[in-house]
């Protein structure tokens, strides 16, 4: 009979559990003194004891002088007087027994009270019954627990840890013993009931002054590292496997997600897992699944990552075959186009009817803020292009009173996704970040969600200074920095740089971590970062030079644009790096030549007139040079108003101006005059060459006012816009300017 509790352990249950307690802490000795009353059934309490444990009111089966010998579910369940330690189960209750088969969890309370009021039942119980205790459980852990009662000796409130402990192991090994003779529904119930106990204490993590349950069932279902008791739940996939033609779509979906809730896929002998074998039975039922069992089906699989392209093509000509889909809930359709977006499965006719069903609504208020993001975050992300879904949500977040329901993922996962998607919507982004500004602070704002909201800005061309500032603000007064990863911090600069937002104590505090942790960065983070501190003219020696190292050992995983990049970053900050820029280095641009964009070519060429031109070193090689040469002086030359009112001074000055000079270097002049036999070049440097509404000159700007003095011999000088503007109108100011500009005197002009 699987209901006997034996005093040998069973031998499925030596095989579930055998070194599974190996990977628990070890106890102390006062422990191991009393270990074998942990066995019951064939489940060991392996923990260290504190002394807030063994400061628990004293137990009922204890007789005040310790812990007792080894207990046997049979025994326990007599009432043998002669023994002390023999006690009726009903000395644990604070329910009578009615002579109802099976207890009624229905208006339990508390968790304890389940346990109690299971053990007091247990004999009682069908498998339908167990299944429903771990279930209940579940649902009971995240209520608020009530107060316990003190009045009577027999109240659940004063039962020790040991007692509640004993009771639990008993249920426990009632349940692994009962499994195999379980049926479809109750192995999906039990496995997504401890799966659900896990998530939740996962969640809630380790905690002071914690209910004896949740210790125990931590001990029962989690190892020390937080990872499920994989042994048990293979155990479980195996008793699942033989009755696999048994479930029906709902159960088929519940074990699937109970699974991914665990993070678990079992694998078996033959090479196939539990995931495996679940598609093949889900497609030939696919046409039983309902909106909510495709929604947690599909959620599981892409959750394990477990993309079965033939269950998902099914699934998806399932939902498109539905005349609509009005039974799917706001978060049924959100986690079923998520998991194909994560899965990586297109089905363009799911998605199309996804998004005219929510086009077609009228009802956008049914769909909370998560709902939305996510929905955002999916069609974006698997490059389907719906314009009027996009503008469907943007102008129902637009239309809302106020943003205070999303939190800071929402709000950063919308933004993403319409910058993602290159869908143009000024007014989302207005809003979204004038919520953000106004808050009272970002703490809640993990660093993910900051990086992807300033990114998302930046990508969009979305400028708001107030936004970014509040950003970089929280940033340099954070204590927590080592709570942001190097792709994080790369990303963040440079958004900041694409968006020309300057922000020099950010700079610092990022050059100052990405030092420190220099190990972590990966060949992205390196480029991006790098190129971000060149492009805004903030041009840190240490951080290059600490770069250097690690930038060179990651040269294999460089892409295109992160090697021009790195080359570029390094030619403007004018850091010699022969360690970094060698003939490896050459190699791999000559390998990678085929797959530069006109742009990196342009990079490349300024690099090499740093190496060959100002640094004396080895350049590219003469075919690339000529390539990168070619496309660096193709961009046509377009002359601004405010160049030409500059120009058109310069013969009332007595001047004979050459205006967009190609030099030998490569580069164009705006205006070259000669002045006293000299050769001088006029930069009419207008917004664009300056970072954001500063006078700091962008990199480009930097490199020209460099190198063209440095390789063609000639001076070069500037007339910014600020102060050209404060002329005005008057001619004569303007010339006077220019002649003190170029160190004319009135003989000259």
Not at 3 to 32: D, E, F, I, K, M
Not at 47 to 75: C, E, F, H, M, N
Not at 699 to 715: M, N, Y
Request: with cysteine.
């Amino acid at each position: 009979m699987w209901r006997g509790h034996q005093a040998v352990q069973s031998s499925v249950q030596r095989w579930l559990l055998r070194g599974w307690r190996q990977q628990t802490s070890v106890v102390t000795n006062y422990h191991h003194q009393f270990s074998s009353a942990r066995f019951l059934g064939g489940v060991a309490s392996s923990y260290v004891a504190t002394d807030k444990l063994l400061l628990q009111k004293p137990s009922i089966l204890s007789a005040g002088v310790g812990l007792p010998s080894l207990v046997r579910y049979g025994d326990v369940r007599t009432n043998n007087s002669s023994n002390p330690l023999l006690i009726s189960s009903s000395a644990f209750s604070t329910r009578g027994y009615h002579g109802r088969r099976g207890p009624d969890f229905r208006g339990l309370q508390s968790v304890d009270e389940i346990i109690v009021t299971a053990y007091e039942h247990l004999d009682d119980m069908s498998r339908r019954d167990v299944s429903a205790f771990w279930s209940c459980i579940s649902k009971l852990m995240t209520k608020r627990q009530p107060r316990q009662q003190q009045s009577t000796p027999s109240a659940v409130g004063e039962l020790s840890f040991e007692d509640i402990e004993h009771m639990l192991y008993t249920i426990f090994d009632d349940t692994t013993d009962g499994i195999e003779d379980c049926g479809a529904r109750e192995i999906t119930e039990t496995t997504l009931g401890m799966a659900k106990i896990i998530k939740i204490l996962r969640q809630q993590g380790n905690r002071r002054g914690e209910d004896s349950s949740r210790i125990i069932l931590r001990r029962l279902l989690l190892s020390n590292d937080m990872k499920s008791n994989e042994k048990l739940f293979q155990f479980f996939a195996g008793a699942s496997m033989g009755k696999l033609d048994q479930f029906d779509a709902r159960g088929l979906s519940n074990l699937a997600y109970a699974y991914a809730l665990i993070d678990y896929v079992p694998e078996f002998d033959d090479g196939s897992d539990l995931f495996d074998h679940i598609t093949m039975n889900a497609v030939e039922i696919g046409a039983e699944f309902n909106a909510q069992d495709i929604s947690n089906m599909m959620w599981a699989f892409a959750t394990v990552n477990k993309s079965h392209v033939v269950l998902f093509e099914a699934i998806g000509d399932q939902v498109v075959a539905f005349e609509h889909l009005g039974e799917f809930r706001p978060q049924a359709l959100s986690n079923t186009v998520w998991a194909y977006a994560t899965a990586n499965v297109p089905h363009p006719k799911l998605f199309e009817k996804v998004a005219n069903h929510i086009v077609e609504s009228n009802r956008l208020d049914r769909y909370i803020p998560q709902d939305l993001s996510i929905i955002a975050w999916a069609y974006s992300t698997a490059g389907v292009h719906h314009p009027k879904l996009f503008e469907k949500v943007a102008n129902h977040i637009v239309q809302s009173k106020s943003l205070d329901r999303f939190n800071p993922q929402n709000l950063s996962n919308i933004v993403w996704a319409y910058a993602t998607a290159a869908m143009h919507h000024p007014k989302l982004f207005e809003k979204m970040a004038n919520h953000i500004v106004d808050a009272d602070s970002l703490d809640r704002f993990n660093p993910q969600d900051l990086s992807n909201t300033v990114w998302a800005y930046a990508t969009a061309g979305i400028s708001h200074p107030n936004l970014f500032e509040k950003v970089a603000n929280h940033i340099v007064e954070s204590d927590k920095m080592d709570q942001f990863n190097s792709q994080d911090l790369s990303i963040i600069v440079w958004a900041c740089s694409t968006a020309q937002f300057p922000h020099p104590k950010l700079f610092k505090k990022v050059a100052d971590v990405a030092i420190r942790s220099k190990r972590e960065l990966n060949s992205h983070d390196v480029a991006n970062l790098l190129w971000s501190y060149a492009t805004m003219g903030v041009v840190d020696k240490q951080l290059f030079a600490t770069c250097v190292s690690t930038a060179a050992k990651l040269f294999d995983s460089y892409t295109n644009q992160g090697l021009a990049n790195i080359a570029w970053a390094y030619a403007v900050a004018d850091v010699d790096a022969p360690l970094l820029f060698n003939a490896h280095f050459v190699k791999k641009c000559v390998e990678k030549e085929d797959g530069f964009e006109i742009e990196n070519l342009r990079q490349l060429y300024q690099w090499h007139l740093w190496q060959s031109k100002e640094m004396s070193n080895p350049g590219l090689p003469i075919d690339l040079q000529e390539r990168c040469y070619d496309k660096f002086i193709s961009e046509e030359p377009s002359v601004s108003k405010f160049q030409d009112n500059v120009v058109a001074q310069l013969p009332h000055i007595g001047l004979d101006p050459k205006e967009e000079v190609l030099v030998g270097s490569g580069y164009r002049i705006d205006a070259l005059v000669e002045v006293n036999g000299k050769a001088i070049g006029i930069e009419v440097d207008g917004p664009s060459h300056f970072i954001g509404r500063s006078k700091s000159p962008l990199a480009k700007t930097i490199l020209k006012r460099r190198q063209v003095p440095s390789i063609d011999g000639i001076e070069l000088v500037s007339v910014p816009y600020w102060e050209w503007d404060k002329l005005g109108k008057d001619q004569a100011k303007k010339q006077d300017y220019l002649r003190k500009l170029l160190s004319l005197t009135t003989d000259n002009s």
